[in-house]
């Protein structure tokens, strides 16, 4: 019989998808193997790396984030690194191809460019006009590599010899600028030639001069370019060009830029060749050269905001009052690109929207965002293509006016921006509806991660509240590779938490918010979103096996969960201002805080679970007086919360689905009794709401586990699979293609819903995307990482088949049912290196190896 082959991959560098200009000295090592062996288990490994370290065989079953077997990396350092794998059986692979990972500049001393600030004369108000900063420079003769390091206080697009280097937007994004500043690393040998050569940039204010809410130079009152470029010739010797005093500015053609409003563009202000050499800048002003603090600078740890998909419009419409109204079919992030042709000086206006309220674009819901982009055409023969640079918007409808002649397919077209996250988990069952939600989820995730967890896309707001990633990363962590992206925010978490004294309610957390609010009712701690600090990581480690991610976060975890002992009384948190099971669809339109659950009972509850899950954290570390601590504080926290909000059988003061959710899936009753009569008084308000959705924020997460905990899970699907409104799939009936904010974020008649926060694109309420990866399809981790895989399907709500799919860090792992003729049939493909237990209904569980494993039972 012919020997089945072991194949390694590539090997994987951190979180990196391209581990150029990584900030990692010694960065961990990860593989994936790929063989036909049943039950193939990885028992020793090989690394070597590109400077001769060999590691001889390793034995260990280790293949996720292994540490790395070399000397430290220095500045500037390229290595390569390759693995082989032995197998338990005595099976062997071939080295796997080289991979190669560089490092950035680690030190604060490799720094030497300076701060090039347009000058105050050309600065307009926040939110005006994007400034052109120039030099020349001469490469000296053959070049071995080129290296561009790059920031910016504001946004920046860089050009070298007049092509654009790197294909990222809105860079260098946004991070707690005050406390750490992300720079990107390009290799730009390809774009130098020997002589003269020239380096530009277009800076504009965006996150750190621009408005955000009502406040604008959040940051500063100046924008400027950090940029330094490396040439290494071939005769060894090295030039560096640095920003500086001898940097020219002047404006360009994009006359005014917000992430809020929009962007002016007059084609005819553009300087032809200004980023190429010999262009004639005498004309122009100097930068003035100001100092930063290069210990603020940060390689990133995840994918930078790319275009990353243009859709064509699906209909053109005509509105009532006679306006041209595009709708490409799907709300989004991002911004259009358009391809016109006219006489100069003409306008072309971009409006953009959401939805349509009476056939026309409904803009009430983005409050004071303006989302106009203009485009004054120069006349040239040719059609002109332009898209903007330094903003987007949330839409799926643009209004087009002033358009000349005749607007043709293809002329206009939306460009989808968001972090690059690399895509990892798929479902599908036999509800189309169930799967548009899906569709919706994984939208919303895309429209709300532009370079960070966003709320929304479109009016002005935009930011990174802390209590909607914490409730919607179970799911973020299975639809896309999002470690490396969320390690960098929580990083933000923890230097805002450190510096304001407290989780502040959305991260970045800028100076200006800081000073303007301290008032407790916006800025003090509150449960749920402050939880973000001990969850988020916690979540992450389960589904990436990240042990130092969690190791790096701990300090914050303990500082957050110490915060809330002192506030509490009698281990009850029941005072100062608190969010809330937020967006209650009970609560009045213009009061979302106004839920029907006691916000005391919702923040004890929280209590008590990041206490206990920061006693476990600490057992992992090792840290066993802290584990006890924490584990007695959780104790004494479920026994308060009993005291207060529970009856001896198991009623609870609080009679609402949110409460009886909580206190369900956070372990918070005693003994079976309770928690039978708990979970049977929840069933029973479901129902009496006509299984419709009776949570916000804090319940919907929650909900249908807490119905499924209490066996109730045909209440649960009824719920889930619910068409009226409160529901998930209302929206879906009405067209939706993003989650909303509100339930009803529009109404029956199509009209949108009253409240000032209506937005048609919030993924919090599309957590319940994780219930249908774990329960509804069945794949869950038992272990971290997915080491060990949880099959535990529970078909319901008339679904003939279910599936979902995971890349996990050990390969591609998959469940699927179907029903058909009296039999349920599972097919579980379980990757290499890791196993799997199997759980189905009134059968044994069933513990199965690597493989792909077919099981059938009466159905």
Not at 4 to 32: C, F, K, M, N, Q
Request: glycine letters at 10%.
């Amino acid at each position: 019989m012919p020997v089945t082959r072991v194949e390694v991959g590539p090997v994987a560098i951190e979180h990196h998808r391209d581990p150029a200009g990584i900030g990692e000295p010694e960065p961990r090592l990860s593989w994936r193997v790929t063989t036909g062996i049943p039950g193939w288990r990885q028992q020793a490994y090989e690394i070597e790396l590109s400077d001769g370290t060999a590691t001889g065989r390793v034995a260990s079953r280790e293949s996720v984030l292994v540490p790395w077997p070399g000397a430290p990396m220095g500045s500037r350092e390229r290595r390569g690194v390759r693995v082989r794998v032995h197998g338990a059986d005595g099976s062997a692979s071939d080295w796997s191809p080289w991979s190669w990972a560089e490092t950035g500049l680690l030190n604060p001393s490799d720094w030497q460019a300076r701060a090039a600030a347009p000058p105050l004369e050309l600065l307009g108000a926040p939110d005006g006009p994007a400034l052109l900063l120039r030099r020349d420079f001469t490469v000296r003769g053959p070049i071995s590599r080129a290296r561009l390091y790059v920031t910016a206080h504001g946004l920046y697009e860089m050009e070298l010899n007049g092509q654009v280097v790197g294909d990222d937007v809105l860079a260098p994004g946004w991070t707690a600028y005050h406390h750490r500043l992300l720079y990107r690393t390009h290799d730009v040998t390809a774009l130098l030639r020997e002589g003269s050569n020239a380096i530009g940039a277009t800076l504009a204010d965006g996150w750190y001069r621009g408005r955000t809410f009502d406040r604008t130079n959040l940051y500063g009152d100046r924008i400027a370019l950090i940029a330094q470029l490396e040439i290494a010739y071939a005769d060894g010797s090295t030039d560096v060009v640095t920003t500086d005093g001898t940097w020219r500015c002047a404006t360009g053609p994009i006359t005014a830029t917000g992430l809020y409003d929009g962007e002016k563009h007059d084609a005819r202000l553009h300087p032809d060749g200004w980023s190429s050499p010999g262009f004639d800048d005498r004309r122009w002003l100097p930068a003035d050269a100001l100092p930063h603090d290069p210990a603020l600078l940060a390689a990133p740890t995840g994918p930078p905001v790319r275009r990353t998909e243009t859709l064509s419009p699906v209909a053109m419409l005509t509105s009532p009052s006679g306006k041209t109204i595009l709708d490409f079919g799907q709300n989004i992030a991002g911004r259009l690109r358009i391809r016109v042709q006219g006489p100069p000086g003409h306008t072309v206006s971009l409006r953009h929207a959401e939805v349509l309220e009476h056939g026309e674009l409904a803009l009430r819901p983005l409050r004071g965002a303006a989302a106009v982009d203009e485009y004054t055409l120069r006349g040239d023969p040719e059609p002109e293509i332009w898209e903007p640079r330094f903003t987007t918007h949330g839409f799926r409808y643009a209004q087009i006016d002033g358009w000349p002649g005749q607007l043709r397919p293809g002329d206009v077209m939306a460009v989808v921006c968001h972090t690059d996250m690399r895509p990892i988990g798929a479902f599908a069952c036999s509800d189309p509806l169930l799967n548009r939600l899906h569709d919706n989820v994984r939208w919303s995730m895309r429209g709300n991660y532009v370079s960070l967890p966003t709320d929304c896309p479109q009016r002005d707001e935009r930011v990174g509240w802390t209590g909607d990633i914490q409730i919607f990363t179970p799911t973020a962590a299975f639809l896309y590779d999002s470690a490396g992206p969320l390690a960098s925010w929580l990083a933000d978490l923890a230097a805002e938490q450190s510096a304001h004294g407290t989780v502040p309610p959305f991260v970045p957390w800028p100076p200006r918010y800081a000073a303007d609010h301290s008032d407790p009712s916006w800025a003090g701690p509150t449960a749920v979103w402050g939880d973000a600090a001990v969850l988020v990581p916690w979540t992450l480690y389960q589904r990436f096996g990240d042990l130092v991610l969690l190791r790096r976060q701990y300090p914050s975890m303990k500082t957050w969960v110490d915060q809330i002992t002192t506030l509490t009384r009698g281990r009850l948190w029941d005072e100062g201002f608190q969010y809330g099971d937020w967006l209650d669809p009970a609560a009045p339109p213009d009061r979302p805080e106004k839920a029907r659950t006691d916000p005391a009972l919702i923040a004890t509850a929280y209590h008590a679970r990041s206490a206990a899950v920061l006693a476990e954290t600490a057992a992992l570390l090792g840290h066993a007086g802290d584990a006890a601590r924490y584990s007695e504080l959780a104790r004494a926290v479920r026994n308060a919360f009993r005291r207060e909000f529970v009856t001896p059988s198991g009623r609870l003061a609080c009679d609402t689905q949110t409460a009886y959710a909580l206190a369900l899936t956070f372990d918070l009753l005693n003994g079976p009794e309770q928690r039978e009569r708990a979970g049977r008084r929840l069933a029973e308000l479901v129902a009496a709401d006509g299984h419709r959705i009776g949570t916000g924020f804090v319940g919907t997460p929650l909900i249908c586990d807490a119905l499924c905990a209490a066996g109730a899970y045909e209440t649960a699907y009824r719920l889930l699979t619910q068409r009226e409104c409160p529901s998930w799939l209302y929206p879906v009936t009405m067209g939706a293609t993003t989650v909303w904010e509100r339930w009803d974020s529009m109404l029956p008649d199509g009209t949108v819903n009253p409240g000032e926060m209506t937005s048609f694109n919030h993924y919090a309420l599309g957590a319940v995307a994780d219930f249908l990866h774990r329960t509804v399809a069945g794949l869950a981790p038992a272990a971290p990482g997915y080491r060990r895989l949880l099959v535990r399907p529970r078909p319901g709500g008339g679904l003939t088949h279910a599936s979902a799919s995971l890349d996990t860090p050990y390969g591609p792992a998959a469940v699927s049912w179907n029903i058909g003729g009296g039999t349920l049939t599972l097919t579980v493909t379980v990757p290499p290196g890791t196993s799997a237990l199997v759980d189905l209904p009134d059968r044994a569980e069933q513990e199965v190896a690597a493989g792909t494993h077919t099981f059938s039972m009466p159905w």
